[in-house]
């Protein structure tokens, strides 16, 4: 048992730019879960993934973001035309079923310029 | 819609003393309960989590929860607090079985241990 990995841990860019993180989940785990959280706040749900297949995403969340899970073992997350109010921590977490406790990476600090 | 309150922003307490962090939820039908402890810079950690059985659950580092269904609460407690415990909680909660899987977190309370 690794860990959940996500890189980078810290991404500084200006708006309007384009942005990809990654997270590469415990390797048995095929849930994968994407958070936001900002400061003072707890972990907000973004999309969730079993396997390959994306089976939630919130209603919240913009059509600039998108994420993928090609294999069904690593993940991308994708933020397009970046926004002051993307800056955040963007956690992946990971489960092996739905009743087992998630896994959290350390999150991807964004801060947008 | 579930939904979770934490009333307390920080919860201060001497180092040794008898901790308790509040927590209250709201979810249809029976409640899969959870804690997570987060460092700076860091990810949140698995504490501890309810799902049925025994109303006092035992969890990671000495810590405990208290269900109260009639309260629809799940307070954490620690008898003896350390410095180290020092950090940022949060309780999460989803529905036992239907609706979704993906739990909700309160908004996190800060735990500051003084020596």
């Known amino acids: 048992d690794t860990g959940v990995s996500q890189d980078p841990r810290h991404k500084i860019t200006k708006r309007g730019q384009n942005v990809t993180f990654r997270c590469d989940p415990i390797s048995e785990h095929n849930r994968l879960y994407w958070y936001r959280q900002t400061l003072g706040q707890g972990p907000e749900f973004l999309t969730y993934?079993?396997?390959?297949?994306?089976?939630?995403k919130s209603r919240l969340l913009s059509d600039r973001f998108s994420a993928e899970r090609p294999k069904g073992s690593f993940s991308t997350l994708e933020i397009q035309r970046t926004e002051q109010g993307d800056s955040a921590m963007y956690l992946c977490?990971?489960?092996?079923?739905?009743?087992?406790?998630?896994?959290f990476g350390d999150g991807t600090r964004l801060s947008i310029l | 819609a579930q939904s979770v309150a934490q009333p307390e922003d920080q919860v201060n307490v001497a180092e040794g003393n008898p901790l308790t962090v509040k927590c209250t939820y709201s979810?249809?039908?029976?409640?899969?309960l959870f804690w997570y402890v987060q460092y700076p810079n860091r990810g949140l950690q698995f504490l501890l989590k309810y799902i049925t059985g025994d109303n006092l659950v035992k969890g990671s580092y000495g810590f405990e929860a208290e269900f109260n269904k009639s309260q629809t609460s799940f307070h954490l407690k620690k008898p003896s607090a350390l410095v180290s415990d020092s950090a940022l909680y949060f309780c999460?909660?989803?529905?036992?079985?239907?609706?979704?899987?993906?739990?909700?977190f309160g908004r996190g309370t800060s735990l500051i241990v003084h020596p």
């Open positions: 993934f079993q396997n390959e297949a994306q089976l939630e």
């Open positions: 979810v249809s039908g029976n409640p899969y």
């Open positions: 999460a909660v989803r529905p036992l079985s239907g609706g979704s899987y993906i739990p909700t």
């Open positions: 977490a990971s489960s092996s079923y739905d009743n087992q406790p998630q896994h």
